[in-house]
């Protein structure tokens, strides 16, 4: 497990908000240095990264769980409701009830 990963895991079990500047501050560098390295060592900045982890977890829940949509939203670390319906559709397509009833069929 990477250090982002483990932090992404972190926001969840707090049910907060990954910051890429939270991030470096843990990785103990400064956050342009580490933006660059990031996106040099992964190929991609890491707020997408970030960002693509919290769709990826909210995902699963949505698979797995019969969490609302506000409790799986705040589970995967989105601040608000908004938010969670804005990213998830951005990255799947779909809103998170399209996504969760193609499961339950």
């Known amino acids: 497990m990477t250090a982002a990963d483990a932090y992404l895991a972190d926001c969840f079990a707090r049910e907060t908000p990954p910051h890429v500047n939270e991030l470096a501050t843990r990785c103990q560098l400064p956050t342009a240095a580490f933006s660059r390295g990031f996106l040099f060592a992964v190929g991609e900045q890491p707020g997408a990264y970030l960002k693509r982890g919290q769709v990826q977890h909210a995902a699963e829940l949505l698979r797995t769980t019969n969490l609302t949509?506000?409790?799986?939203?705040?589970?995967?670390g989105f601040g608000t409701r908004m938010s969670f319906f804005r990213a998830f559709r951005r990255a799947t397509g779909k809103t998170p009830q399209q996504y969760r009833?193609?499961?339950s069929r």
């Open 69 to 76: 949509m506000n409790a799986v939203g705040y589970a995967a």
């Open 101 to 103: 009833d193609t499961f």
